[in-house]
């Protein structure tokens, strides 16, 4: 395992009073190659917070710890420097695979900062998120599209004018705390990236 690694569980029947942890999702922090503690997310507030579970503090063995995978797409770096403007992106039309309960997070990035996004912060936004600068692509079909279709465009707004920008997709801590959305795949077939010239590239 390594540090910051999503886990769960399963199979503790009987173990340490464990059994509670099989429902539950964790963040894993190694501390050594014998030691690890247990962040539990906290919904509510987005952040994670200790675990406490009954019984010996020590893991003895016994039921398995499946490591929950994410993924991480960058976009090369856009910008318009042979115009001497910058870039205006408007918005994002996604072609995704229909599914019913995924979703994903679209980061973006300008000025060179590939540190801090302008559309989520460093905590991360819950799936609910109404700002204005929304960070969240759902992946089900959407309303007045046509019915059962196996592939759906999904639009994607966050302003940003800018010298370059970029784009990053991934999962956010919420979407990895719930299952269904964590295992749902994500498949990009094709998007569109709607921009014009912005201001000035330099004054």
């Not at 199979?11 to 690890?36: C, Q, S, T």
């Not at 997310?41 to 019984?55: I, K, R, S």
């Not at 912060?121 to 600068?133: H, R, Y």
Request: charged content about 20%; glycine content about 4%.
């Amino acid at each position: 395992m390594r540090f910051s690694d999503i886990i769960d569980p399963n199979g503790f029947a009987d173990v340490l009073n464990f059994v509670a942890a099989n429902e539950n999702v964790y963040k894993i922090i190694r501390i050594d190659a014998d030691n690890f503690d247990l962040l539990e997310y906290d919904a509510t507030n987005n952040v994670y917070t200790d675990v406490t579970l009954g019984g010996a503090p020590d893991y003895r063995g016994n039921g398995k710890i499946a490591r929950l995978s994410n993924f991480k797409v960058s976009s090369k770096l856009f910008n318009i420097y042979e115009t001497g403007m910058k870039a205006m992106l408007g918005h994002i039309d996604f072609l995704t695979n229909r599914t019913s309960a995924g979703e994903f997070t679209c980061q973006v990035f300008i000025d060179e900062n590939d540190s801090q996004s302008i559309n989520t912060s460093f905590v991360d936004l819950p799936s609910d998120d109404t700002a204005f600068f929304n960070a969240i692509v759902e992946t089900s079909q959407p309303d007045f599209s046509t019915p059962n279709a196996n592939k759906n465009w999904h639009r994607f707004y966050c302003h940003a004018d800018a010298q370059s920008y970029q784009y990053l997709l991934t999962l956010n801590d919420a979407q990895m705390n719930v299952q269904a959305t964590q295992e749902s795949p994500l498949t990009v077939h094709a998007l569109i990236l709607w921009q014009k010239d912005g201001g000035r590239l330099h004054n």
